[in-house]
């Protein structure tokens, strides 16, 4: 296994630096330091700030070189990029100045990072100056891995979760779709395909948002942890169901006492769109879910909402029962998830569900008056190549859902996919851009179109999760959860509130516990820490 050193003797951009070297190496064994050590043999990247300077020294069998990311104030920054790519691609140790521009939009990094930053918050200016500064870094670093490995990402060198952000950030600042496209290839080094990806769906959303105030309105996330058996991908902290029904009621009682002490929180403010996931929701049995649905009904007024969905997931937890008293409240979409049609996998993933469950699941929703039925599914999943997925695109082009969710697969640490991964070393797990290409062209040949996109880390591929909708079937709650543009308020075990500042510029969160004992035990401390959280925003 290709072994890689990495040594930080300056950590402010460490996460970036990582992830992008990651992409390039995908299923490489790495080992980070933080002070000069014995070199491990390898590829090896040392990175040091030295003044304004940003050092970042590489080597390995073919090459060995160093660029130079400088801060260089007043420069504007087309002078920089040239700078840039006029001297990246030497061998040399003579380096390279660079600078480039920041998006002022880069997602979930940026988010970690204002969390991880001193309770005094940057200034304006630095954090500008501090976004600059890692453009040029993952700049040029991309510059040098491209060189190195002879490969290109799709998504250049952006390594956040939300590239439409990025789009959208542009469209607002006044710019047109070719100029966008222009800076996504030029300075981000985004592939043109991804670039038109990216653009569309941001031209997309703000057509759909076009009706949601940001200023006064916001959305309710509601968890329900449990799920029928545990997948083998999975790394959300879901418990199964078998193991915790004793627990259920006890959750809903404190999730209710939530529900009503936020509504009282946000009392005033307009409640746009409402969204109850897991885990799966439908582990719930009719009763627990009339209670459930009764409370927020009751604390919030669900009339006028501008979208409700319940995830109801797992095709082995939806019945009739429980899909009529969901139809008793004003529950506008739902998704029914096969990941896979192909039942080998499925056995494979731990789902314990067939793909005639799924089928069945899918017509007794429709049977049931449900009008906008959103279906998930994985590419990537152990064992699967192209004709597997073309496979379950024909089944479910016959079930002709109104939105699909295609997922790539991403592994993260607590999977036991990855936790035992030595027991599927042999499989394959295969993504590619054709893959990619057919789910985008099965959607489209079945009247939908792209509406929402966010990467993971550790994706098959480094692509993307993309939604598809039909006209008027989109997931507003998808779309605004990625452009970060209202709070979302997040109820139950394990649920992250956004609380969001200066239009979007600013992400406070705050954190419900993750496990579920702890979170019935201390829920009044959980509505104390919303109380805290949301008086600050109010
Ligand atoms: S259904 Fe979803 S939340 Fe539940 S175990 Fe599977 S992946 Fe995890």
């Given at each position: 296994m290709c072994k890689i050193q990495i040594l930080f003797l300056d950590r402010e951009f460490e996460h970036d630096i990582y992830e992008l070297i990651k992409a390039f190496y995908p299923g490489a064994e790495f080992h980070i330091s933080y002070s000069e050590e014995e070199e491990i043999c390898g590829t090896v990247f040392r990175v040091e700030k030295i003044g304004n300077d940003y050092e970042i020294r590489y080597k390995n069998e073919e090459h060995k070189g160093v660029v130079h990311a400088e801060v260089i104030e007043g420069q504007t920054r087309d002078a920089l990029i040239s700078c840039i790519r006029g001297k990246d691609s030497s061998d040399s140790s003579a380096g390279s100045s660079a600078r480039g521009e920041s998006s002022g939009q880069e997602c979930d990094q940026n988010c970690k990072e204002s969390e991880q930053m001193p309770a005094a918050k940057r200034s304006q200016e630095e954090m500008e100056l501090r976004k600059q500064n890692k453009d040029s870094i993952k700049y040029a670093l991309y510059r040098i891995l491209e060189k190195m490995t002879g490969r290109t990402l799709p998504w250049g060198n952006l390594t956040g979760i939300r590239p439409a952000k990025l789009a959208m950030g542009m469209i607002e600042s006044g710019m047109t779709n070719p100029e966008i496209a222009r800076e996504m290839r030029e300075k981000y080094l985004v592939s043109p395909q991804k670039a038109a990806l990216a653009i569309t769906i941001a031209n997309r959303e703000r057509e759909i948002l076009k009706n949601i105030d940001y200023e006064n309105g916001y959305s309710l996330y509601v968890g329900i942890p449990f799920c029928p058996s545990i997948c083998l991908y999975c790394s959300f902290s879901s418990y199964p169901l078998k193991l915790w029904k004793a627990k259920v009621d006890d959750y809903l009682d404190a999730l209710c006492k939530e529900i009503r002490a936020v509504a009282e929180m946000m009392k005033g403010r307009k409640l746009d769109t409402v969204y109850i996931g897991g885990?799966?929701?439908?582990?719930?049995e009719p009763e627990q879910f009339t209670r459930l649905l009764g409370t927020l009904d009751d604390a919030f007024?669900?009339?006028?909402?501008?979208e409700f969905t319940v995830e109801a997931g797992r095709p082995d937890s939806i019945t009739e029962q429980k899909l009529m008293a969901m139809r008793k409240f004003p529950v506008s979409r739902i998704s029914v998830n096969p990941q896979t049609m192909n039942q080998k996998t499925l056995d494979i993933i731990g789902r314990r569900h067939t793909v005639e469950q799924t089928k069945e699941a899918f017509h007794m929703a429709r049977e049931c008056g449900y009008d906008n039925i959103n279906m998930d599914l994985i590419v990537g999943l152990p064992g699967e190549d192209y004709s597997m997925v073309e496979k379950t695109l024909e089944e479910v082009r016959k079930l002709s859902p109104d939105s699909l969710t295609v997922h790539s697969l991403a592994v993260k640490r607590a999977a036991r996919l990855n936790m035992f991964k030595d027991r599927y070393q042999e499989m394959t797990f295969e993504n590619n851009q054709q893959i990619m290409d057919l789910t985008m062209k099965t959607a489209y040949e079945m009247g939908m179109g792209p509406y929402y996109l966010y990467r993971q880390k550790n994706m098959k591929g480094n692509f993307e999760n993309v939604g598809y909708a039909a006209v008027d079937k989109a997931g507003i709650y998808n779309i605004l959860i990625m452009e970060e543009k209202q709070p979302i308020i997040a109820l139950g075990a394990g649920g992250s509130s956004k609380l969001v500042f200066d239009h979007g510029k600013r992400i406070e969160r705050v954190e419900n516990v993750k496990d579920v004992s702890n979170y019935i035990s201390r829920i009044d401390e959980m509505i104390e820490r919303k109380r805290a959280g949301i008086r600050t925003w109010l």
């Open positions: 885990g799966t929701p439908t582990t719930l007024g669900l009339d006028g909402l501008e």
